[in-house]
């Protein structure tokens, strides 16, 4: 194939040697203790990853600190995790030590692997995004701060991955997350009639709404939105914007649980909602830190060895999911979209809590 300027070069290209040479033969990989991992290739060479957390939005000063670390102790080999942990790629097991050993000294976090809660994905905030109902790094340091000790050891059951998306739009992974912290809107874009025929097509500003709550006013020469269908998604707001969504006294979080990507035990599942709504109260989002620590902490005492916070929960049944929790149950977690009643629970079996 002719060469192009298209597109993203090659990865393999940028690999250490000792990946390269041993790409798809490791025989077996081990964590020696939190933050450190070791793969052993079946030639015997062995590749050591230290992994540190970061704040995801890093200033350039930062980034240059990372890659001066990576030049000194890996020949300049390093990757950042989907969750944004930095990992250190060493082919040279005497530098592993003092790699940690200068990481601690500049206060690098060094963990997230195994059983531990690793860094939280999260989506851009109030720092860059048009349609969040919540920040994202805010919330994210709040409960990363309670939560440290998780980080930097491995005690909890089973890994638990924390995601945060601050609109449902959800850059992050909200949907499959042992927990989601997930920024909710609850009220309906206000048109500003005079912009909206200046600065919006119409067709498109009506074809953005999933649930055809928008129409065209031919009288205002805008667009008009009825309320009932309106689902608070900001994704007209996004192709038109003379709809403004922002809401600071209605905006704010909903948490949800249960989620997972992997296949191990039991097939991926989804996040489900447990609190429908949390104030946005910066900066340092109390409510939805304790929240999210509440649940981490009942995890913890009840659940089993190798049990996600998901497969637990399906163990136990959702009615001692609330009451352990003490998470009140409300109308607000029963789904009432058109096609919810593939979800509903059809049985007569309940688990009584
Ligand atoms: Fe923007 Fe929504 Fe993505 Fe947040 S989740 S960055 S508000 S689109
Ligand atoms: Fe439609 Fe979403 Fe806009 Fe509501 S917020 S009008 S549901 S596109």
Redesign the pocket.
């Known amino acids: 194939m002719g060469k192009t300027d298209i597109g993203p070069p090659d990865y393999k290209k940028y690999l250490p040697p000792v990946i390269q040479k041993n790409y798809g033969k490791w025989k077996y990989h081990e964590i020696l203790k939190p933050g450190l991992l070791k793969h052993v290739g079946e030639s015997g060479e062995e590749l050591y990853t230290v992994r540190a957390g970061s704040p995801r939005l890093l200033s350039t000063d930062h980034i240059r600190e990372i890659c001066e670390l990576a030049d000194k102790y890996c020949d300049g080999y390093l990757r950042f995790t989907s969750r944004h942990n930095i990992e250190f790629l060493l082919s040279d097991p005497r530098k592993v030590e003092p790699l940690l050993a200068e990481l601690k000294n500049k206060n690098y976090p060094v963990g997230g692997t195994g059983h531990s809660i690793t860094n939280i994905v999260h989506t851009q905030g109030w720092v860059h995004c048009h349609t969040p109902a919540t920040d994202a790094s805010g919330p994210v340091k709040a409960v990363m701060d309670e939560l440290y000790e998780y980080f930097v050891t491995m005690k909890l059951p089973s890994q638990v991955r924390i995601a945060l998306a601050c609109c449902l739009n959800m850059c992050g992974a909200v949907h499959c997350s042992d927990i989601a912290i997930l920024g909710i809107?609850r009220t309906?874009?206000k048109p500003d009639h005079a912009r909206v025929m200046n600065i919006c097509e119409i067709p498109t500003t009506v074809a953005?709404?999933?649930?055809g709550?928008?129409r065209p006013d031919p009288k205002t020469k805008s667009v008009v939105?009825n309320g009932d269908?309106?689902?608070?998604?900001?994704?007209?707001?996004t192709v038109c914007p003379a709809?403004p969504?922002a809401d600071p006294e209605n905006d704010g979080i909903s948490i949800w649980v249960g989620g997972k990507v992997s296949n191990a035990r039991t097939p991926p599942m989804f996040s489900k909602l447990v609190i429908p709504f949390l104030p946005n109260n910066p900066p340092r989002w109390p409510e939805v830190v304790s929240a999210v620590k509440n649940i981490v902490e009942v995890y913890v005492k009840h659940a089993r060895q190798h049990e996600r916070v998901g497969e637990w929960i399906n163990r136990i049944g959702w009615e001692r999911f609330f009451t352990l929790t003490g998470i009140e149950f409300t109308d607000k977690h029963i789904d009432d979209f058109t096609m919810a009643t593939d979800t509903f629970r059809s049985t007569t079996q309940f688990k009584w809590g």
């Open positions: 809107h309906v874009p953005s709404c999933p649930t709550a928008i939105i269908k309106c689902m608070y998604c900001g994704n007209c707001y709809l969504i």
